[in-house]
């Protein structure tokens, strides 16, 4: 246990700059937020795919937990969330029902503003980046390191133009340990579904 809970922080310190030193997120550049905002629109090339139908996303800015249903999480066979506040924004941590060595975290990353744009801007600093699509939303496989072969795959996936969530995958047992990221997608799926139905 005391792996992880180091885990946890170390990678966050990595896929997203500390908000409480300097205030700034990962994507999230120094200058006033409309400089931020006007260079990542005339980045052009470095900005993500716009989404096609932002989903509601009330519920999951207050509540991370709220990405996922509870039929969701029954038929991903995870079990209740456990709230947490980051300086990115709130996160959730849903563990395996019948293996709490596997977990998931989740962040609605509200201290970007640029959603899925700030991390496409940002991309340099990742180790792997592989864009792809969540449920018909413009998402990326992204994180500043490679735990991949090691149970561990960092997702971003735009809900809306001005908001990405994170999911992080980390998973000591099963076939998620072996190959993660195809968790991270089922969960980044079963989201969109419950947002969808918000």
Excluded at 170 to 186: E, I, L, R
Aim: aromatic fraction near 6%; hydrophobic fraction near 35%.
């Amino acid at each position: 246990m005391n792996r992880r809970l180091l885990a946890v922080p170390a990678l966050a310190l990595t896929v997203f700059a500390l908000a409480g030193c300097g205030g700034t997120t990962r994507g999230t550049a120094n200058p006033a937020p409309s400089t931020a905002e006007s260079s990542s629109e005339a980045a052009g090339g470095g900005s993500a795919p716009k989404v096609p139908s932002p989903l509601n996303t009330a519920s999951i800015t207050s509540d991370a937990c709220a990405t996922l249903s509870s039929s969701a999480r029954s038929s991903l066979g995870l079990g209740d969330g456990t709230p947490r506040t980051t300086g990115n924004g709130p996160s959730c941590t849903f563990q395996e029902a019948a293996d709490p060595g596997n977990q998931i975290d989740v962040t609605t990353v509200t201290a970007n503003k640029n959603g899925l744009s700030d991390v496409y801007d940002t991309k340099a600093n990742d180790a792997y980046w592989e864009e792809t699509q969540i449920g018909g939303y413009p998402a990326v496989y992204a994180a500043a390191l490679d735990g991949r072969k090691s149970g561990k795959c960092g997702l971003f996936v735009g809900v809306t133009d001005e908001l990405a969530v994170n999911i992080l995958v980390q998973y000591d047992n099963g076939a998620g340990a072996a190959d993660p990221c195809p968790v991270a997608q089922k969960f980044g799926e079963s989201m969109v579904q419950t947002l969808k139905e918000g």
